[in-house]
């Protein structure tokens, strides 16, 4: 049975798409969506520290991670009443957003700890030789590891 569906988000077209596959989803199992948004945090090298001052650095990091949390949160709100115009058809649509070093494990974690019954998530079609380098893309990964069924939208 399909009672959470996870549909991980970056903004793009393939993950309104996603997002869109979620919704039928969501109608014919009478299940919830979880829209999530990780946070890319990208280490500074020490050479660019400035003046050393961690302290500094953690606050604006922290300062930047709340804004694009803003940004994301208004995004959603927008989506839902653009996919939702009428109360009546609304399916349950939950949002949230992590950050970490890898969105695909921070995308593995969230669905286990959450008890996610499928993730539907959106990946570029890619064509002769740069198939290859989609072996390494959060899509691919995250369908390998994680322990519930992954639907990879092109």
Known sequence: MIAKILVPHDGTEISDK????????????????????????????????????????????????????????KMVQEKIIDVFPSKDEKVGVKSDVTVGSSPAEEIIKFADTKQIDIIIMGSQRLETISKIKALGSVARRVSEAAECPVMIIH
């Open 18 to 73: 996603a997002f869109e596959r979620a919704i039928e989803f969501a109608k014919a199992f009478n299940a919830e969506i979880v829209l999530l948004h990780v946070i890319q945090d990208i280490p500074i090298p020490p050479a660019l520290l400035l003046g050393n001052d961690r302290a500094l650095i953690s606050r604006a990091k922290r300062s930047i991670a709340k804004e694009l949390e803003k940004g994301w949160n």
